[in-house]
């Protein structure tokens, strides 16, 4: 049983193919290679702007054409090249028509991220923030507005809370832990 030459996996390769031994096939696009293969692939990548890997692509497309007509085809005369570069213009005018018919492919790092600054984030953030604050225990927001808000050391903050500094310190560490299960509770994390 002769088997036919394996087709590349694309959809548009289930067309019929002719029923040749791998060797024939073999044979057939070894010398259609040798003969058009390097004049060709110079020919599309011309076509495509120097873009090799199209060009072998489209070299590859054409060896599957021809040898799907390999019974009306000889790859080793001349007479088969007008049609051979005529199959490869084709496609590579087939190919920049279906791109251009497609919207313009972005990658990742051309997305913007946020193209206009517009303050949402951060206000929604200080709403948040807010919020988890008014939960904590009055001492603990107490020494974080203090510290945090209005820029006091633990002295200074001990001094005018009439604490001692420790006591300060005590309050600021546990504010701080309790701050942060607060805001990791609704999807944020405190830096």
Same mark, same amino acid.
């Given at each position: 049983?002769?088997?036919?030459?394996?087709?590349?996996?694309?959809?548009? /390769? !289930? =067309?019929?193919?002719?029923?040749? %031994?791998?060797?024939? @096939?073999?044979?057939?696009?070894?010398?259609?290679?040798?003969?058009?293969? %390097?004049?060709?692939? $110079?020919?599309?990548?011309?076509?495509?702007?120097? *873009?090799?890997? =199209?060009?072998?692509? #489209?070299?590859?497309?054409?060896?599957?054409?021809?040898?799907?007509?390999?019974? *009306?085809?000889?790859?080793?005369?001349?007479?088969? &090249?007008?049609?051979?570069?005529?199959?490869? &213009?084709?496609?590579?005018?087939?190919?920049?028509? %279906?791109?251009?018919?497609?919207?313009?492919?972005?990658? +990742?790092?051309?997305?913007?991220? %946020?193209?206009?600054?517009?303050?949402? /984030?951060?206000?929604?953030?200080? &709403?948040?923030?807010?919020?988890?604050?008014?939960?904590?225990?009055?001492?603990?927001?107490?020494?974080?507005?203090?510290?945090?808000?209005?820029?006091?050391?633990? @002295?200074?903050? +001990?001094? #005018?809370?009439?604490?001692?500094? $420790?006591?300060?310190? !005590?309050?600021?560490?546990?504010?701080?832990?309790?701050? &942060? *299960? $607060?805001? !990791? !509770?609704?999807?944020?994390?405190?830096?």
């Amino acid at each position: 049983m002769e088997t036919p030459l394996p087709l590349t996996g694309r959809a548009k /390769d !289930s =067309r019929a193919v002719p029923a040749r %031994s791998a060797r024939q @096939a073999e044979e057939f696009l070894d010398a259609l290679y040798e003969r058009h293969g %390097s004049a060709l692939l $110079g020919f599309a990548a011309r076509l495509l702007d120097g *873009d090799r890997h =199209r060009a072998e692509d #489209v070299l590859q497309e054409v060896a599957f054409r021809a040898w799907q007509r390999a019974d *009306d085809l000889d790859p080793t005369t001349n007479a088969l &090249r007008p049609w051979l570069f005529t199959v490869v &213009r084709n496609l590579v005018i087939d190919g920049h028509r %279906s791109r251009k018919a497609r919207p313009a492919e972005v990658g +990742a790092a051309e997305v913007p991220v %946020s193209p206009v600054p517009d303050g949402v /984030d951060r206000a929604l953030t200080r &709403r948040v923030v807010v919020e988890a604050m008014r939960e904590l225990a009055p001492n603990h927001r107490e020494v974080l507005v203090h510290v945090y808000f209005m820029g006091r050391s633990l @002295a200074q903050t +001990a001094e #005018v809370l009439g604490v001692p500094p $420790g006591t300060v310190k !005590s309050r600021v560490y546990y504010a701080m832990r309790a701050l &942060r *299960d $607060g805001l !990791s !509770s609704r999807g944020l994390t405190a830096a």
